[in-house]
């Protein structure tokens, strides 16, 4: 498996990552592409990256890397490649190198309930704590999500400053035009 970082808008794999992200993501879970791309090669922390086997796109990853942490904003597996562990293996990946945190919806869907079940699988937990997630698009509105992580705390107080750091970098990021 390979992690192909994407570092300019050029970069053909493009078009592929943009029909996965549009078709996994939903609207307001997802950044204006136009946005995204500008944000390619410019934010040291952001790690843009398609996901190959064999040398065929299957999937890609945002991850945001701050300090010992790192945020997983947007993960995806294109739907033809789907269970063939190719998920859990890029999920092991990222966990080998440091503590993880990522968003999943609360369990009210099957959907939603599969995905916290497969990120629990991999030791992954769900935090006991209410997290609002901002808006990409209206700094007015926020979503209650699930906060997961595969750190051993679960106080709140241990989480501040990484979830400070998400919202700042990750949610209020606006590239200059």
Known sequence: ???????????????????????AFPLE???????????????????FQ??????KAIGFIISWIFGDWCFIEHF???????GRKYGERVMQDFMKARKLLLEVEPPSSGDAIRRI?????????CLPFDYLQPSYRDRDVSYALVLM????????????EIIRLVKKQVY????VS
């Open 1 to 23: 498996m390979q992690y192909l970082a994407i570092e300019n808008i050029n970069d053909p794999h493009l078009p592929f990552v943009h029909e996965l992200y549009h078709s």
């Open 29 to 47: 879970e997802r950044r204006d592409w136009t946005q995204l791309l500008k944000m390619i090669g410019k934010v040291p922390e952001m790690c």
């Open 50 to 55: 398609v996901i190959k086997v064999e040398e």
């Open 76 to 82: 995806a597996i294109d739907p033809a490649n789907r």
């Open 117 to 125: 079940g497969f990120y629990e699988r991999l030791g992954m937990n």
């Open 149 to 160: 992580t595969n750190a051993k705390e679960r106080e709140e107080l241990y989480f501040s």
């Open 172 to 175: 209020l990021y606006h590239p």
